[in-house]
């Protein structure tokens, strides 16, 4: 089992940048990003592997959102680079024992979450 603890969320204008932090408790496992804005469907953001090779995104963020992983420190880190208005949701980062998998349903631990708002 795994426990996994977000931080780095705020309020930030367009253009902007924020850091996003997701500590994993016990062994590693491939970890992934989503966000759920209001009324929308919790969608993927980014996924790494357990190892921190072979980052994938969802189109919508690539080029401006970059995933990564510091083994040491077991910690997943979301640096997102020229934030917009449609980046507002609340993130959370997720587990899985299976790689590459963008689907929510692969996931079977997440964390609690944490609001990023991006204001025009």
């Known amino acids: 089992q795994v426990h996994l603890v977000e931080s780095g969320g705020g309020l930030v204008q367009a253009g902007d940048s924020l850091r996003l932090s997701c500590v994993a408790s016990?062994?590693?496992?491939?970890v992934g990003w989503f966000r759920q804005a209001p009324d929308k469907e919790r969608e993927f953001v980014a996924g790494?592997?357990?190892?921190?090779?072979?980052?994938f995104y969802a189109d919508s963020v690539k080029g401006r959102f970059t995933i990564s992983r510091d083994t040491a420190k077991n910690t997943i880190y979301l640096q997102m680079d020229s934030l917009k208005p449609d980046d507002t949701a609340m993130y959370s980062c997720a587990a899985s024992e299976v790689a590459w998998k963008n689907n929510r349903h692969h996931y079977d631990y997440w964390g609690q979450g944490i609001q990023v708002t991006v204001s025009a």
């Open positions: 016990g062994r590693a496992y491939h």
């Open positions: 790494i592997t357990s190892t921190g090779s072979q980052p």
